[in-house]
């Protein structure tokens, strides 16, 4: 995936023009929001920010409840409040907003690892079984998404709902690939490299798959966000955990503090350079037309 290509995966295809444009349905609260798209264009940084996130959610997660002490009860109330609180930034903003997206995409990415230990260390859940509910609830999110929005494409969150089913699949892709990484890698005896290998393998298929094999747009962003997220958690792993347990001893601290830095120096770029930015948000589309155009367009396709 190259970056002056700018467009990888749910890239390719037109974007939202402005806000103003309702979905089919919206009432009329929705369509007085008059938003921007909320999210960015996905390019080889935007792939790069999310994996180091997902470390971050893993080794952070780790660092709160064992070297600091929280535990996983209090280290989960305290970062679902900072994460309700970045949502709040989020959604109160009207276009896509790189310091607010990405301090969100950081801290759900904490607390989906979270759900993920809680269920697994507090309640005695095994892994097999969150692996297929954290599954089971991603898909039901897709299918009421689509249900209500006929799109699945990260080109038109422009709507409070929208943004909601939006960020609820995220929530669930962390989810997943927490528990999904920890069977393999933990449960499953296969280490972290090798996970890592696979995860990474898993990736290139998609990729392979989307270039040579026109596989749908909307599909491929989707499935690869699935897999960043245990890809990013083996990574996480293999580079902080002692060298007896197959890591590269860099400790929680040492590994969260290296990625949080980097993806500050990313999003800060983005931030200035706005290459991320969906293009020619102000152009005048009518209304009508566009909400046709949406209508009209095949089920899923981006």
């Known amino acids: 995936m190259k970056e002056a290509n700018a467009h990888s995966f749910a890239s390719h295809a037109p974007v939202a023009a402005t806000s103003t444009i309702p979905h089919p349905g919206a009432g009329a609260r929705d369509i007085g929001r008059r938003m921007l798209n909320k999210v960015p264009e996905v390019t080889l940084i935007f792939w790069i ?35 309700i609180v970045a949502l709040v930034f989020q959604y109160r903003a009207r276009k896509y907003v790189p310091a607010f997206y990405w301090l969100v995409v950081v801290l759900i990415s904490v607390v989906g690892t979270l759900i993920s230990d809680n269920l697994v260390d ?30 699945l494409s990260i080109h038109t969150i422009f709507t409070t709902r929208r943004e ?18 920890d069977l393999l890698a933990e449960k499953l005896g ?33 499935m690869a966000y699935v897999l960043t997220r245990p ?15 197959g890591g590269l001893n ?18 800060t770029y983005l931030a200035v ?20 155009e949406e209508i009209q367009r095949p089920a899923i396709d981006d």
């Open 190 to 222: 296969w280490g972290y490299l090798n996970s890592a290998f696979i995860f990474a393998g898993g990736i290139a298929a998609v990729t392979l798959a989307y270039y040579r094999l026109k596989l749908n747009a909307v599909a491929a962003f989707w």
């Open 273 to 292: 350079t706005g290459i991320d930015q969906s293009p020619a948000s102000g152009s005048a589309i009518p209304v009508r037309a566009k909400q046709d």
């Open 49 to 83: 920010i999310k994996i180091m996130a997902t470390t971050v959610g893993e080794t952070a997660a780790d660092l709160l409840n064992e070297k600091l002490g929280l535990g996983l009860t209090y280290t989960s109330l305290v970062m679902s409040i900072l994460l």
């Open 122 to 151: 507090n309640l005695g859940v095994p892994l097999q079984v969150t692996t297929v509910a954290f599954a089971v609830a991603l898909a039901a999110t897709f299918i009421i998404w689509f249900a209500n929005e006929k799109t």
């Open 164 to 181: 909601t089913f939006y960020w609820l699949a995220i929530l669930f892709t962390f989810a997943l690939g927490t528990s999904g990484g």
């Open 231 to 245: 890809l990013g958690a083996s990574l996480g792993d293999l580079m902080s955990q002692p060298r007896n347990l």
């Open 250 to 267: 860099l400790g929680t601290v040492g590994t969260s503090v290296l990625f949080l830095v980097t993806i500050l120096g990313l999003v």
